[in-house]
């Protein structure tokens, strides 16, 4: 499959979850890890590489950080990680995760579950962001937050700035 551009609207996350269907999480994961190894590889990177994403993709972050060995990892409300904590004892790196206290997608047992699996350990990080639903840094849709989003993103390259 090309390249996919679709509108934050009804439509456009109608589409966006029939394809989330098709996807194949264990080789998407894997590709990720793979980029990392590729970054890592090229003459041009001679810093440290981070894994960071949305949704599906905080998901893709956190798992490719635990295959890959990233040096830090950023997770904005990441759809599907407490279905795959087994995964947490190999995230050894810095990781921060960003969670909407409104998010039905992530609902706060999940947050919780996601907590437990990194509890007693000093490399993970967790914001929660009251107030706030699942999207909240994407301006394009209509749960965005601009104070939330600014703190999340200032607080991310902190992070970042911090790890790498």
């Given at each position: 499959?090309?390249?996919?551009?679709?509108?934050?609207?009804?439509?456009?996350?109608a589409?966006?979850?029939?394809?989330?269907?098709t996807?194949?999480?264990t080789?998407?994961?894997?590709?990720?890890?793979?980029?990392?190894?590729?970054?890592?590889?090229?003459?041009?990177v001679t810093?440290?590489?981070?894994?960071?994403?949305?949704c599906f993709?905080?998901?893709?972050?956190f798992?490719?950080?635990?295959?890959?060995?990233?040096?830090a990892?950023?997770?904005?409300?990441?759809?599907?990680?407490?279905?795959?904590l087994d995964?947490?004892?190999r995230?050894t790196?810095?990781?921060?995760?960003?969670?909407?206290?409104?998010?039905?997608?992530?609902?706060?047992?999940?947050v919780?579950?996601?907590?437990?699996?990194?509890?007693?350990?000093?490399?993970?990080?967790?914001?929660?962001?009251?107030?706030?639903?699942?999207?909240?840094?994407?301006w394009?849709?209509?749960?965005y937050?601009?104070?939330?989003?600014?703190?999340?993103?200032?607080?991310?390259l902190?992070?970042?700035?911090?790890?790498?």
């Amino acid at each position: 499959m090309g390249w996919v551009d679709l509108a934050y609207d009804e439509a456009g996350s109608a589409r966006a979850r029939q394809l989330l269907q098709t996807v194949d999480g264990t080789q998407a994961a894997a590709d990720v890890a793979a980029a990392v190894d590729v970054l890592r590889a090229r003459p041009e990177v001679t810093g440290r590489v981070a894994t960071l994403g949305y949704c599906f993709g905080g998901q893709m972050a956190f798992r490719a950080a635990a295959l890959a060995r990233a040096d830090a990892a950023v997770c904005y409300y990441g759809g599907g990680i407490a279905g795959h904590l087994d995964l947490a004892p190999r995230v050894t790196m810095p990781v921060l995760f960003h969670h909407a206290a409104l998010d039905a997608l992530i609902p706060q047992d999940a947050v919780a579950a996601i907590k437990a699996a990194f509890a007693g350990r000093s490399n993970a990080v967790f914001l929660d962001y009251p107030g706030v639903d699942h999207g909240f840094n994407c301006w394009g849709r209509p749960r965005y937050n601009q104070q939330a989003a600014a703190l999340a993103h200032g607080l991310t390259l902190e992070f970042l700035s911090q790890h790498l």
